[in-house]
Nanobody, 117 residues
Framework: QVQLVESGGGLVQPGGSLRLSCAASVSIISINAMGWYRQAPGKERELVAAITSLGITNSASSVKGRFTISRDNAKNTVYLQINSLKPEDTADYYC???????????WGEGTQVTVSS
């Protein structure tokens, strides 16, 4: 069973930065794709950014240039660097892992990001 533990959320002022971490209980080399999703109050969960086992990244148009996803295979951790935060970035951020051969999806419990002055 893959366990994902997020950390790094918090309260930050507009224009600030945060780095979210997602630590996996297994080697992330074995995970085909990992990503970050977010869900704001009253809204559906949306993909923010994703990275494959080959290091190919993708991100939502709303966060391009501000959010960067990366991975450290040695630490089994995926990061989301968030810069120039806006109030509309306020949401719960969830880590996701997809293992293609067995079609398994795994989710972390989320970390809250609040952008407010």
């Amino acid at each position: 069973q893959v366990q994902l533990v997020e950390s790094g959320g918090g309260l930050v002022q507009p224009g600030g930065s945060l780095r979210l971490s997602c630590a996996a209980s297994v080697s992330i080399i074995s995970i085909n794709a990992m990503g970050w999703y977010r869900q704001a109050p009253g809204k559906e969960r949306e993909l923010v950014a994703a990275i494959t086992s080959l290091g190919i990244t993708n991100s939502a148009s709303s966060v391009k240039g501000r959010f960067t996803i990366s991975r450290d295979n040695a630490k089994n951790t995926v990061y989301l660097q968030i810069n120039s935060l806006k109030p509309e970035d306020t949401a719960d951020y969830y880590c996701h892992a997809y293992i293609a051969p067995i079609r398994e999806h795994h989710w972390g419990e989320g970390t809250q990001v609040t952008v407010s002055s």
